[in-house]
């Protein structure tokens, strides 16, 4: 993506009490420190810029110069890079960072990174000296669209995913699209399970925008001049989407679970593949699930599905599990330990239509099993 700065168009999200910008633009990184003046007095004096060790070297260099030159104290935090520092070590690590740089409430972290610098440093801002101000500089597509806005912060345990964590909003969401052209391919194609999902539940347009990007990335790969202008447009829409719903319901009480269209499938076979298969590559046979769900119901048009199932071909995303023999029990059986710890009922959400998605809780297992069964790569007729 160009580096150019580009004009930028602040997006709001509004929380109770409250109020944050997400900026979307191509060299936000390097405008930094009169981006974080401009917030106000909020942030006084100092910073900590978390990080991980793949993101520090490509960008903690223009954000510590651009906060310096604006008057900022800032020193670097690193994080390994990966889920793993999604723990109470790691998170105490971050504490112990703040004590030794003298963090007091005029300072602020800033996590630059993805999601999990993102849930790490943010859960850190929420408790550290009973919070401090946070900014949010995501660099993967699904920081991007999904993990930086939202307020929602916190760390795994060895029994599960993001089982402590907190709601903490930040000041700022700084969203500097020219991160993406470091970005493996492998990372951008999860961010675009994310994009297809919320393009899924906001309607037909933003739909048509998502199958055009994935054209262009198949024409012409994801980073170049005829790409950036649809993915920034496709980030956008995305952040759209997710602003408004959490905007309805910014504790998670209710509408909130529409995000989850996919993911009672994709946690799942997360869990069942023993975390070989990636988030976003589950969101993608999640959201396939989810769609069959619905026509086998009634709800939605066969069409929808293999428009879809196209959609996620040309994105390079599954369509199908990568071996034969897939145990749909056996997801299934993920599904339900995973309600019995959460002490929440099998939730689906289903579709009528891109737009029209709702909650639904009452879905029988020989329907989840149907579905499921539809991603093993070979024929029904082969199986014993
Ligand atoms: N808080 C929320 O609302 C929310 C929502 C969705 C997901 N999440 C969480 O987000 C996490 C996943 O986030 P993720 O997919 O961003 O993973 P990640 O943070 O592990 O980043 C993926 C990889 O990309 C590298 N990377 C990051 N930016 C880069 C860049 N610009 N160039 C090159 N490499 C770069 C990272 O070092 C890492 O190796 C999960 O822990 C998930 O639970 C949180
Ligand atoms: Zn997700």
Redesign the pocket.
Known sequence: MSSQPEAIEPLAVEYPGGSYSVLVGSGLLERLGPLVRALGTAIADRFLLVT????EP??ADPVLRSLQSAGYRASVFVLP???GS?QLSQLSDVYQACVQRGLDRRSAILAL???????VA?FAAATFLRGLPFVQI???L??MV??SI?G???V?LPQG??LVGAFKQPLAVFVDTA??S???AR?LR??AAEIAKAALLSGDACLVDVERLAHSVETHGWISTETSPLLLRAVRAALLCKRDIVVADPFEQGPRALLNLGHTFAHAIEVWSRYEIP??EAVALGILCALRLSHARGLCEPALVTRIHALLNRLRLPVKLARAGLCAHEILACMQTDKKRKGTALRFILLRQPGAAFIEDSVGEAEVLAVLRELDPKPSSDRS
């Open positions: 991980d060790e793949n993101v490509l960008y890079a990966g889920e999604k990174g993805g999601g999990v610098v993102g849930d943010g995501p660099t993967t699904l920081a999904d993990s939202g929602k912060v916190g795994d995913k993001n991160c993406l470091s970005l493996p990372q999860a961010g988030h976003g």
